[in-house]
T-cell receptor, first 110, second 113 residues
Framework: QKEVEQDPGPLSVPEGAIVSLNCTYSNSAFQYFMWYRQYSRKGPELLMYTYSSGNKEDGRFTAQVDKSSKYISLFIRDSQPSDSATYLCAMSGDTDKLIFGTGTRLQVFP | NAGVTQTPKFQVLKTGQSMTLQCAQDMNHNSMYWYRQDPGMGLRLIYYSASEGTTDKGEVPNGYNVSRLNKREFSLRLESAAPSQTSVYFC????????????FGEGSRLTVL
């Protein structure tokens, strides 16, 4: 079993929709949780960062962490065609080892 | 500011050949990483280096070696390339352990025939 599980999609939504992306994990030592966005043929870029449980909001993006369920989410409100990309969750514990999910490919059509 | 620079960007090898992927960062970061990305598999950690002089295995280290030459440079070597190593390789660096943002290079596309 992989330490981090993520539905690969693809997920196709109309412009303006609310998008929900999720990851589950098995390692209870994970306490730092991140979401990266990757455009085609580019390296990933950090989108959101959360420590331990709770919510964090940044503009149209909200990250949620539920450590009791080992479940993290990223919500995108008022989705735009420019949000079309692959979204990867990532997490780490006390070591410097950062583990990524498989990524979910999102397409937002006009 | 160049950030993380990887070379080469593209490479084609024959089975059994060796090669080294080079990575350099100019952000004075302590931690550096090598990942490979394959369709449907996401980013998988090959090796990482928490500081100059130290390296640790990641999820998929078999068939690879690494060298942390100095604080700036972290190279990945394939001693005897296999078709299963066809992939896109990403180097990354991180300024603060655990909490810092990972900065990625543009990727190196390797094909092993």
């Amino acid at each position: 079993q992989k330490e981090v599980e993520q539905d690969p999609g693809p997920l196709s939504v109309p412009e303006g929709a609310i998008v929900s992306l999720n990851c589950t994990y098995s390692n209870s030592a994970f306490q730092y949780f991140m979401w990266y966005r990757q455009y085609s043929r580019k390296g990933p870029e950090l989108l959101m960062y959360t420590y331990s449980s709770g919510n964090k909001e940044d503009g149209r993006f909200t990250a949620q962490v539920d450590k009791s369920s080992k479940y993290i989410s990223l919500f995108i409100r008022d989705s735009q065609p420019s949000d079309s990309a692959t979204y990867l969750c990532a997490m780490s514990g006390d070591t410097d080892k950062l583990i990524f999910g498989t990524g979910t490919r999102l397409q937002v059509f006009p | 500011n160049a950030g993380v620079t990887q070379t080469p960007k593209f490479q084609v090898l024959k089975t059994g050949q060796s090669m080294t992927l080079q990575c350099a960062q100019d952000m004075n970061h302590n931690s550096m990483y090598w990942y490979r990305q394959d369709p449907g598999m996401g980013l998988r950690l090959i090796y990482y280096s928490a500081s100059e002089g130290t390296t640790d295995k990641g999820e998929v280290p078999n068939g690879y070696n690494v060298s942390r030459l100095n604080k700036r440079e972290f190279s990945l070597r394939l001693e005897s390339a296999a078709p299963s190593q066809t992939s896109v390789y990403f180097c990354a660096s991180r300024g603060r352990p655990n909490t810092g943002e990972l900065f990625f290079g543009e990727g190196s596309r390797l094909t092993v025939l």
